[in-house]
């Protein structure tokens, strides 16, 4: 059975809602409710209903009726889930309530939910986490995530850590006299077997301690029978350490050949090895976050508020769509809006990709972690929160970390069935090799009694059927996919893209910091007199202490030339056009065609040369001084050294290429 919910308009009295009620429950096996102070129709219906016929006949009685179809996303972060049994016991329960698709991702410990808030609350969806015996937390920021993960990781080192010191003395008394290794003479078992038994028990004890976390999920999900990895090592190592316990009573009750029958070192030894795997599983899902923190910090923590009063600096949070901000040079934009007043230029690369910085003026669109190279602007706050551009891209990385595979499906219909199939084999085993023990003795090893041995049978069988890497390899393997894609400026949109990118034949590439380096160099000087040193030395000084990447990129190829630069007495950045600045006495500028003529200096000299550049996709600077062209200097992205060697590789696959840019078409074709 499925249940919609249809907004009915018209409807204005008790009599039209039983009127609605009445023709929609005579179609075949549909069932209706209609809230009139809410003016909604709830039908349950079976599944395949065809729904046009319910409005069909909402409207023959008269109404004007519209599936909703608006639902509400929600991630709730799980605490308590330890293995695949447990995420698809959480995922079972959440999808049996009314208009609720929830999907849980073991390896980031979320759930996320699509619903209809006609039908289903919040508090219904942690309410059903709850009674499956799993904590639903509040919803947190990534940086808070990280600081509980962290926590949890400290935690879960100091456990293995005791774990380890106290299983390892006994792993080496139990085995060590098997392989011939000495051991202290006051512990032999043959001499001095109370003490022996006692030590191992002893030695045993803080290791389960470290571990009782394995055996309040593990016996709490059998109580709910819905058992999970967890139920496995607890069934495991508590039949093991039950039955050593029941030899040192043996012992203690002088039956010392029993010393050799004890099984301390195997539940040390799992608990140790599984806490060993959770604590490296929680270091790799630890390392998978960094992707979203490092698009998380473009974002400034707080934005300069303009009110009557003055300016204030006010957390970012704080910022309400309207709200009239300040943005001063280098510094980064806080939210999405426009610019109200002033001029200068944005590094949108973030974004966009583009090296250049992109001029802004009144009326054009800032957007939240983008760079503020040049002049103070004045903003007015458009999108904030979590509906700025760069929210969105982080919301696209985290639904793509969270989204599952078909492989990851697949591992969650077989992981969801597992537990209980192993807990059965196990179970069974052990009774077997006990019946072939009691009625065939020759086939147990000598030494070892029947029913010790079918318990070291079932031990393995639970304890090493374990479905946990089934359910967290494929999801953490997304995780660490998206976020290393992230990091290398690819967003990855689903695990399922992910997962079958196998199959591509054909690759879109864009240019800027993709197939370029998005870093403008200089690629050419041109000189009307005098030498090209001389003529870098007055552009980079002129050039020294500017914020634009252009000039930025001058400054630094006279570094790495060699060359010497000063200082200018004056810097004055003209957006759109280039600089102005004053050296040596004299009045130098810098920039485009258009600074050129307004300043009536001719460029006739390097015109044609400054179009050829252009034509190749570069980006000529004219350089004058004191009203005279002292020639020109050109600045490009240049192509990544790997580059060719990458696309040459990607074509000898058989991959088709092509390349997208926002430039403009003299560049590409340079490209």
């Known amino acids: 059975m499925q249940q919609k919910v249809f907004d009915v308009e018209g409807m204005t009295c008790a009599a039209c809602a039983a009127r609605v009620e009445k023709v929609v429950g005579r179609l075949p096996g549909v069932q209706a409710s209609v809230n009139l102070a809410a003016e909604t129709l709830v039908v349950t219906c079976p599944e395949g209903t065809n729904l046009p016929d319910v409005a069909a006949a909402v409207e023959r009685a008269g109404f004007t009726v519209k599936e909703r179809t608006q639902q509400r996303h929600v991630n709730i972060p799980v605490g308590g889930m330890t293995c695949a049994a447990c995420s698809a016991r959480v995922e079972k329960v959440l999808n049996r309530l009314p208009s609720v698709q929830a999907s849980v991702n073991l390896a980031t410990e979320t759930v996320s939910a699509a619903y209809d808030p006609a039908l289903t609350r919040l508090s219904d969806l942690r309410g059903a986490i709850e009674a499956a015996g799993y904590q639903p937390l509040t919803a947190q920021t990534v940086d808070e995530r990280t600081q509980r993960r962290q926590k949890d990781i400290r935690v879960m080192r100091l456990k293995l850590m005791i774990a380890l010191v106290f299983t390892l003395p006994l792993f080496y008394l139990a085995m ?39 055996y309040i999920n593990g016996f709490g999900a059998l109580a709910r029978r819905a058992p999970n990895m967890d139920s496995l090592v607890a069934l495991g190592t508590s039949a093991a350490f039950l039955y050593s316990v029941y030899g040192v009573v043996q012992v203690l009750n002088g039956h010392h050949h029993a010393v050799h029958n004890l099984y301390f070192e195997s539940t040390a030894v799992i608990i140790a090895l599984i806490m060993l795997g959770k604590t490296l ?7 998978t976050g960094q992707a979203i923190r490092a698009l998380m910090q473009l974002a400034p923590a707080t934005a300069v508020l303009i009110t009557q009063a003055g300016e204030k600096e006010i957390p970012a949070e704080e910022v309400e769509p309207g709200d009239l901000l300040l943005v001063r040079p280098g510094a980064r934009i806080p939210v999405d809006g426009v610019v109200k007043t002033g001029h200068t230029a944005v590094d949108e690369a973030m974004l966009t990709g583009e090296s250049m910085p992109r001029d802004k003026q009144p009326g054009d669109k800032l957007y939240a972690g983008t760079l503020n190279t040049m002049g103070a602007v004045t903003m007015r706050a458009d999108q904030v929160g979590q509906d700025t551009a760069l929210s969105q891209i982080i919301k696209l990385v985290e639904n793509a970390q969270g989204s599952k595979a078909p492989i990851a499906q697949l591992a969650d ?16 085993a052990g009774l077997a090799w006990l019946a072939a ?40 393997a997304i995780m660490v996919g998206t976020g290393l894609g992230a990091q290398h400026g690819i967003l990855i949109k689903s695990g399922e893209a992910l997962e079958t990118a196998h199959k591509v034949d054909a690759m879109i590439f864009d240019k800027t910091g993709t197939i370029t380096l998005g870093q403008p160099q200089v690629t050419a000087l041109e000189v009307i007199s005098g030498d090209a040193a001389a003529l870098l030395e007055l552009a ?23 060359v010497p630069v000063g200082t200018a007495a004056a810097l004055t950045a003209l957006p759109g056009r280039g600089v102005e600045a004053t050296v040596n006495g004299q009045r130098v500028l810098i920039g485009n065609a258009q600074l050129m003529q307004e300043n009536h200096v001719d460029t006739g000299a390097l015109l044609a040369r400054a179009q050829a550049l252009a034509q190749q996709g570069q980006t000529p600077m004219y350089v004058a001084a004191d009203g005279r062209l002292q020639g020109l200097i050109a600045v490009a992205d240049v192509i990544r050294p790997t580059s060719r060697q990458a696309l040459a590789q990607l074509k000898r696959m058989g991959i088709q290429l092509y390349m997208i840019t926002g430039d403009n078409e003299r560049t590409a074709q340079a490209i």
Request: proline letters at 10%; glycine letters at 8%; charged letters at 10%.
């Open 281 to 287: 599983e929680a270091l790799s899902k630890g390392r």
């Open 176 to 214: 060590g006299p098997l392989v011939g290794l000495p051991v202290p003479a006051f512990l032999n078992a043959d001499n001095y077997p109370v003490r022996n038994a006692l030590t191992q028990l002893l030695l045993t004890l803080p290791v389960m301690a470290a571990g009782y976390r394995f």
């Open 413 to 428: 219909k077989v992981s969801a069935v597992f537990v209980p199939v192993v807990a059965a084999i196990a179970l069974i």
């Open 540 to 562: 980079a000084t002129a050039e020294q202490g500017s914020e634009h990447p252009l000039g930025q990129a001058i400054v630094a190829h006279a570094r790495k030339m060699g």
């Open 437 to 476: 023990g009691h009625f065939m003795p020759q086939v147990i090893p000598e030494g070892v009694t029947p029913i010790g041995f079918a318990l070291t049978v079932m031990i393995a069988v639970l304890v090493i059927a374990c479905p946990c890497a089934l359910g967290l390899a494929t999801p953490t």
